[in-house]
């Protein structure tokens, strides 16, 4: 959008409710295209709860189109081997595949692993001061004539043009969108901890995204914040665990527990973390629509998904380009607009909810023959061409070329 078209664009309106990656990239990508965005956050402040992610191409770019590339470098880890499979039990490499210069040669970038509190600070800094309201919690919307009425649990109220849900999984937005139900327990944990690089074992401070497979389990492990820590993430039972929050706090022998008779290197470097979080994974199925008039979902709220693909924070900010994109495009209709940015990204992000979930069985197999066909077949495949419609994708590109084809 030109500034003229901006001078001669109704002025928006927009409240996003959530201020984590999703609801930060949103209010970003709304302030570059000219229209008016608040975050409201219930947390005090943005704290570095979540430890490590990956992110991929499809993230970078939109980091770029930020101009926040290379804050976010300066603390980010490329990956520049990439990435590693390893056996449970031995620690056997069943496969390997550098990334740096072959993925930035397919996709235009590379992909890097970070400490989640690194990338959204990035997004953060591309948010101008004044747009985002801390420890201030959603209590309910209402339709009213100058727009919807956000009242808040403080007591104060807002009136906005558009309401944007980036609040989650446990969404209080999408109440008024669709009928999401609560999200149901998958079985499955999660735990994470950070390891001080100078106490991790060497083979964990390589640049590789390093995953272990076994029976009912598995555990990722990479670099970040410079090198300076690793993080781990390990997944498995839930057992009698329903606890479903990233500041969470387990008990770190229960997490060497899990992993007891596995590779010798392994256990190693869990005997060098200290503590652990943990926290049950969720499970929702696809929701049937996002958006309701003005009111819109976006990320976890839209569709909240396993972490088996490393797309949860990459899938949100897709969703705010494309978001932004249409309002830039509709201001003087945002409920069109709103419909054009769901039917956009709701079949994509839906695939990668639906083979996110289906990653979980896959990377627990018990050993025999089933276990035996999916380790062969990691010298067959290319990982590349596999995720190429992932990485490769440029939300912004593919907004303008919907638009501009009507």
């Known amino acids: 959008m030109t500034s003229a078209d901006q001078r001669r664009a109704p ?9 984590g990656i999703g609801g930060l990239a949103t209010a970003a990508f709304l302030h570059r295209a000219g229209i008016e965005a608040t975050v409201y956050e219930q947390a005090p402040a943005l704290t570095e709860v979540g430890a490590g992610l990956v992110v991929s191409p499809n993230a970078v770019r939109l980091l770029r189109g930020l101009g926040q590339l290379d804050r976010f470098r300066d603390r980010a880890v490329p990956l ?19 990334l740096g210069e072959e993925c930035e040669q397919r996709f235009g970038e590379q992909s890097y692993v970070a400490h989640r509190a690194d990338l959204l600070a ?19 919307l209402h339709r009213v004539e100058a727009g919807i009425e956000l009242t808040f649990t403080d007591g104060t109220h807002e009136v906005a043009d558009v309401v944007v849900g980036a609040d989650g999984v446990h969404t209080t937005v999408g109440q008024y969108v669709t009928e999401t139900g609560s999200p149901r327990f998958s079985g499955m944990c999660a735990w994470r901890s950070l390891v001080p690089a100078g106490s991790a074992p060497e083979f964990a ?15 990722v492990h990479y670099p970040i914040s410079g090198g300076a820590q690793i993080n781990i993430v390990a997944f498995g039972p839930a057992h009698d665990w329903t606890t479903e929050s990233w500041s969470a706090q387990g008990r770190i022998e229960d997490l060497r527990a899990e992993f007891a008779g596995w590779s010798d290197d392994l256990r190693a470097l869990l005997a060098a973390a200290e503590n652990t979080g943990r926290w049950a994974l969720l499970d929702r199925d696809p929701l049937p629509r ?23 924070a990459a899938q949100a900010m897709e969703d705010a380009a494309v978001l932004a994109g249409c309002l830039a495009d509709r201001p003087e209709d945002p409920s069109a607009a709103l419909s054009r940015y769901e039917a956009l990204r709701r079949p994509r992000a839906t695939r990668v909810q639906q083979m996110s979930r289906g990653r979980a069985q896959s990377n627990h197999l018990p050993d025999g023959p089933a276990q035996q066909a999916r380790d062969a077949s990691f010298s ?9 419609w992932i990485y490769g994708h440029d939300a912004e590109s593919s907004v303008r070329e919907a638009l501009a084809a009507g």
């Open 290 to 312: 996002w958006t309701n008039g003005p009111v819109a979902l976006l990320g976890d709220a839209a569709h909240p998904m396993f972490p088996f693909f490393a797309q949860g």
């Open 380 to 388: 067959r495949a290319d990982p590349f061409d596999q995720s190429g």
């Open 122 to 140: 990035a997004v953060r800094a591309a948010v101008p001061e004044g747009a985002l309201r801390l420890g201030i919690r959603l209590a309910g």
């Open 11 to 19: 002025r928006l309106r927009v409240a996003v409710v959530g201020g």
């Open 80 to 98: 520049e081997v990439g990435w590693e499979f390893r056996r449970w039990q031995d620690g056997r490499v069943l496969f390997s595949q550098n």
């Open 205 to 219: 401070r390589h640049p590789v995204q390093t995953l272990w497979l076994g029976p009912d389990r598995h555990l």
